[in-house]
């Protein structure tokens, strides 16, 4: 299985069993002089900065990858709580950070759909399509807070 990825604090579909610890990735660029002197040249007309677009996009795909590695030298099914940060190193050179909480996750049990008219009692006076679906809790375990 792939180490997913969710920003937030649970997995959809999945039950968290196990919070194993804070992974992360980061990677340091620089700027190529002559992307950023034609970058220069494109801040007076106006417009994207394409150049920076794909070096940004290819600095949050390496620091991605590299925290992936870390989940999985855990174990981890996933990784919950990813954000992302950066920061100036050097004149010119920047860091992309990522980081989240490894966790081990099982899959929950898909609900079957049975027919609305079967589970309908007709002593109640609804027609079947007004009937008010249970509120019956979904998850078997407690939901899991990553966090601590």
């Known amino acids: 299985m792939t180490v997913q990825l969710s920003n937030l604090e649970h997995l959809p579909n999945y039950q968290i069993t196990e919070r194993l610890d804070v992974v992360y990735g980061s990677t340091v660029r620089s700027k190529h002089v ?4 034609f970058a220069g040249l494109k801040n007076i007309v106006g417009g994207e900065l394409t150049a920076y ?16 590695v870390k989940a999985e030298s855990l174990g981890a099914d996933a990784v919950v709580g990813l954000r992302f940060s950066t920061s100036s190193i050097a004149q010119g050179a920047s860091e992309l950070f990522v980081y989240g909480t490894a966790v081990k996750a099982i899959p929950m049990p898909q609900q079957s759909h049975q027919n609305p008219t079967n589970d309908f009692h007709h002593h109640s006076g609804q027609h079947p399509s007004t ?5 019956e809790p ?3 375990l407690p939901r899991f807070n990553p966090f601590g």
């Open 34 to 37: 002559g992307k950023d002197l």
């Open 53 to 68: 677009t794909e070096l940004l996009e290819e600095s949050r795909q390496e620091a991605i990858d590299r925290m992936i």
């Open 131 to 135: 009937q008010i679906p249970s509120s």
């Open 138 to 140: 979904t998850d078997e």
